[in-house]
């Protein structure tokens, strides 16, 4: 779980200050060939209006886009919270309005959205108010649906939504799951993104791991020819695991310690335990292969 320095083949490398702290290929060795995608993995914003984080966030995202990604992919927790008690309409707008102006720094790019946890608003006076739930996040992030999938230059990305009960995907997504992969041509590959991780290392330390990681690993071996990459956040803390040769990478998030200074247990200035706040580039090749390297803030 420690910010170690490595390449998949176990390899180390020593970086300067503005480097990713984070390296994994899917292959041993390095790709020669230029990548088809590079995609921003962006998770954790927990946006709010004040602290001044929306300018915090916005300085950070301009270096996001320094790296001139193909599109965007949003881990979720956008907002800040809503979903405890007692959160009222107003405060839950401020914090979709500072979104949104997080949001208009890239307004030219393409962001695929999943759910977090933190999104949706559950105390709500009626259920039939607009507002209420995952309905409205949808709305506000702009996604076609909770859970869907797209196709770009050879890749199939599948976007998950495991807010359900014990985090899970529910029988009717896991359904859905398994038309989409079987509906591939064999070979394609693919990477799947959801809030929480669905195999993670931080899982012990913190908690939050899909709880039906049992079925995806098993429906993911099933269609090993496809499922590349599994990707997500959460935890706030950067593991990656290589299971059934499916990368499973949890990159820290954009927050870090949730904007604060940190706890006693944190490494540094707004770290969360060992992780700085950052975000992450993929690299994603013809043949299957991708690197996820991860940019500290911090």
């Given at each position: 779980m420690?910010?170690?320095?490595f390449l998949a083949s176990g390899a180390t490398m020593a970086i300067g200050a503005s480097a990713p702290i984070f390296s994994a290929k899917a292959a041993n060795?390095?790709?020669?060939k230029a990548p088809v995608l590079t995609v921003a993995h962006i998770t954790d914003v927990h946006i709010r209006p004040e602290d001044n984080i929306p300018i915090r966030a916005i300085d950070w995202l301009?270096?996001?886009?320094?790296?001139n990604p193909d599109f965007?992919?949003?881990?979720?927790?956008?907002?800040h919270d809503a979903s405890y008690a007692k959160v009222t309409r107003e405060r839950t707008l401020e914090q979709w309005e500072a979104w949104d102006q997080f949001r208009a720094e890239i307004q030219e790019a393409r962001v695929y959205s999943c759910i977090g946890n933190h999104d949706p608003w559950w105390d709500v006076p009626s259920q039939d108010d607009e507002m209420y739930g995952k309905p409205y996040v949808v709305k506000r992030l702009e996604m076609p649906a909770p859970y869907y999938s797209f196709d770009e230059k050879g890749w199939h990305f599948i976007i998950l939504d495991g807010n359900h009960e014990g985090i899970s995907l529910?029988?009717?997504q896991m359904s859905w799951l398994e038309?989409?992969?079987?509906?591939?041509a064999p070979n394609t590959p693919t990477l799947v993104m959801s809030h929480f991780p669905i195999t993670s290392i931080t899982n012990a330390l913190v908690g939050g791991q899909h709880s039906d990681h049992k079925e995806l690993k098993k429906l993911f071996y099933t269609h090993k020819d496809k499922v590349r990459v599994c990707l997500s956040?959460?935890?706030h803390l950067l593991d990656r695991a290589w299971y059934n040769d499916v990368h499973y990478f949890c990159n820290g998030s954009l927050s870090g310690f949730w904007w604060g200074d940190g706890d006693e247990h944190s490494a540094g200035k707004q770290y969360y335990l060992e992780t700085a706040p950052g975000f992450a580039i993929l690299e994603l090749f013809a043949d299957g292969s991708v690197e996820n390297k991860y940019f500290p803030m911090i």
């Open positions: 420690k910010r170690r320095k060795e390095k790709n020669t301009k270096l996001v886009k320094d790296h965007y992919l949003n881990g979720g927790d956008s907002i529910g029988e009717e038309d989409d992969l079987a509906a591939l956040g959460h935890q």
